[in-house]
């Protein structure tokens, strides 16, 4: 299932592992980021939106097969929607200013 398009109005935010997330009654650990944002529910870590991404949006969050993409504040991003075409699993959200 592709990522809520409104799931900050939809979820609460909490703090996860020192990470914002949003949360509901079914998603653990929810949705991480804002104007780039994946869901750690669903993201399968098979780096597919970390080698696509021309400025290195995404950094690794946890080990082994925890891992998960995590989207950087700290990044210029550039919006080229590589990251969210090539998922297999369709969890990125792109949300232009």
Do not use: H
Not at 39 to 57: F, H, K, R, S, W
Not at 63 to 92: E, H, Q, T
């Amino acid at each position: 299932m592709p990522i809520d398009p409104n799931f900050q109005a939809n979820r609460v935010a909490t703090t996860v592992e020192n990470l914002k997330a949003w949360n509901n009654a079914s998603s653990s650990p929810g949705i991480n980021g804002t104007d780039i944002a994946v869901d750690y529910g669903l993201c399968i870590g098979d780096a597919a939106c970390i080698e696509v991404c021309p400025v290195n949006v995404f950094d690794w969050q946890g080990a082994g097969a925890d891992r998960k993409a995590l989207p950087s504040s700290k990044r210029d991003y550039i919006y080229s929607l590589g990251c969210k075409a090539v998922c297999p699993k369709f969890v990125i959200r792109v949300n232009k200013p």
